[in-house]
Structures are given as structure tokens and as C-alpha cells.
Nanobody, 129 residues
Framework: QVQLVESGGGAVQAGGSLRLSCAVS????????MGWFRQAPGKEREGVAA?????????YYENSVKGRFTISQDNAKNTLWLQMNGLKPEDTSIYYC?????????????????????WGQGTQVTVSS
């Protein structure tokens, strides 16, 4: 059974930085697509970034976070991170870590909720202006 636990959320001012972590328990193949999603009140959950770390490391980003957010992974420690710089008030959301079925790599559907089988409980990020 795979379990995901996020941490690192908090409240920051615009322009600040946060680093989210996702601890993975249970085994996932290194190539398994893992992603970060976010959901603001009254809005649908949206994909923020995703990564597959197989023979070729692939990363994907939602357009609004490109150049500001960086997704990374340490398979040895079963940890996923999301470094968020240049935060804006519109980044305020609950952020979720997600993992696809074992061995499934990321593809053009990386940002779709149904691509992922496992989800964490979420961590709140609040950015004030």
C-alpha cells in the first residue's frame, strides 16, 4: 500500500519561497509518474508539476509556474519536493502530492487527476500580497 504525506506548507508574503515535501511509504518504481496538484476554494484541482525518474528524467509544469517552481525527486529517500519561488497570491491553494500506478511514466495527460492512483492529504499554502 502506497501512502503519501505532504509537509512544508505555510503562509508567506508575495515574492517569498516555500519548499513542499512529500514522503512516500510503500514501493514505487523509479519511473512512476509523481505530481503536485493544487486546489483553491471553489475551483477544480489542477496539475502544477510532474516528474518521472526512469531512464530519462521527465518534468512537466503548468504554464503559470514555469520558471518559478521546480519539482524534484530523491528515489533513495522516497521523497518528492516542490520548490516554489516568487510566490504570488494566486498560488494560494491546498497542495497535494500524487502518484500514478506503479511503473507508469508521465505522459501528455500528466495534469489530469485521473492519471494518479494515490494522493496525500494536502498542505495549505497561503500567499499574501
Amino acid at each position: 500500500q502506497v501512502q503519501l504525506v505532504e509537509s512544508g506548507g505555510g503562509a508567506v508574503q508575495a515574492g517569498g519561497s516555500l519548499r513542499l515535501s512529500c514522503a512516500v511509504s510503500g514501493y514505487l518504481y523509479p519511473s512512476t509518474c509523481m505530481g503536485w496538484f493544487r486546489q483553491a476554494p471553489g475551483k477544480e484541482r489542477e496539475g502544477v508539476a510532474a516528474i518521472s525518474s526512469g531512464a530519462i528524467r521527465l518534468t512537466y509544469y503548468e504554464n503559470s509556474v514555469k520558471g518559478r517552481f521546480t519539482i524534484s525527486q530523491d528515489n533513495a529517500k522516497n521523497t518528492l519536493w516542490l520548490q516554489m519561488n516568487g510566490l504570488k497570491p494566486e498560488d494560494t491553494s491546498i497542495y497535494y502530492c500524487a502518484a500514478a500506478a506503479r511503473g507508469e511514466t508521465c505522459d501528455s495527460n500528466w495534469f489530469r487527476v485521473w492519471q494518479y492512483n494515490y494522493w496525500g492529504q494536502g498542505t495549505q499554502v497561503t500567499v499574501s500580497s
